[in-house]
């Protein structure tokens, strides 16, 4: 069952449509409508293409890391966001926090509207 906050693994396309690499990616919710699809983002290692102020950081430090699932320091890439089916995501690696994905929610929406 999928659900939102959830860690999973995904082969998130390059964004020229060139294949992509199975990598982490966090489900965000939902899409509307009677198709189960999902709003999902990349998470990566890179940390050099973070977008400071926009991508979220998680770190061993961090309360939520060990129940993420992630084996290393990563960045969920709040501006690298896709609309998937269900069918095709891969599996779950863990869960972040409920704090967490409501402060990711809110970084999308003021990224989107341009606050």
């Known amino acids: 069952m999928i659900e939102e906050g959830q860690i999973i693994l995904f082969c998130f396309p390059q964004t020229d449509l060139k294949d992509g690499k199975i990598r982490p ?3 965000i919710r939902k899409a ?10 990349m998470i990566s290692t ?6 400071t102020g926009l991508d979220e950081m998680i ?4 309360t939520d890391f060990k129940e993420s699932g992630l ?4 960045a969920i890439r709040v501006s690298r966001l896709a ?8 599996g779950k690696l863990g869960q972040i926090s409920q ?3 409501h402060r990711i929610k809110e970084k999308i929406t ?4 341009g606050l």
């Open 25 to 27: 990616a966090l489900v």
């Open 32 to 41: 509307p409508g009677d198709y189960d699809d999902w709003l999902i983002c």
């Open 46 to 51: 890179r940390l050099y293409q973070q977008q």
């Open 59 to 62: 770190t061993p430090e961090n």
């Open 71 to 74: 084996k290393t320091e990563s």
């Open 83 to 90: 609309v998937v089916a269900k069918e095709i995501l891969l």
């Open 99 to 101: 704090q967490r994905l």
């Open 110 to 113: 003021k990224w989107i509207m």
